[in-house]
């Protein structure tokens, strides 16, 4: 296996477990690694990351589901919104500087961590 499918196949496996552990794995795994690992730039591994989370997502709310993890009404209740949401979001990360998508999310992470922490 080439040095590159390897580590694509590292991301994709830890964006897996971090997806299934705390509801995460798209923004704080495969974006930042994508970044370091592959050189992409900020827009395209945010658009890769979320190519990729479609299978995660779908293979992790199933596995929580078979555990009865899984509330569909809320998750469609906050699912629907998020669309739009992700409309506008793409629609100002092309209009702002690549490194200011860098540092707000760098930003974000950090102040997550800080909540999760304290």
């Known amino acids: 296996m ?3 499918l390897l580590r694509l196949a590292v991301i994709g496996t ?3 477990a971090f997806s ?3 509801g995460v794995g798209g923004g ?4 930042p ?8 730039g900020e827009r395209e591994a945010t658009g890769t990351s979320l190519a990729a989370i479609v299978g995660i997502a779908i293979m992790a709310v199933a596995v929580q589901a078979f555990y009865g993890n899984v509330d569909v009404v809320n998750g469609v209740l906050i699912g629907l919104p998020a669309i739009a949401g992700s ?4 629609a100002i990360q092309q ?3 690549e490194r200011a998508v860098s540092i707000g999310f760098g930003l974000f992470l950090l102040g997550s961590a800080a909540v999760l922490i304290f």
């Open 2 to 4: 080439s040095s590159r």
């Open 14 to 16: 830890v964006a897996g």
């Open 87 to 90: 409309v506008v979001g793409v």
């Open 33 to 40: 690694l994508l970044i370091l690992w592959f050189a992409y």
């Open 28 to 31: 704080t795994v495969i974006v």
């Open 20 to 22: 299934t552990l705390f």
């Open 95 to 97: 209009r702002i500087p």
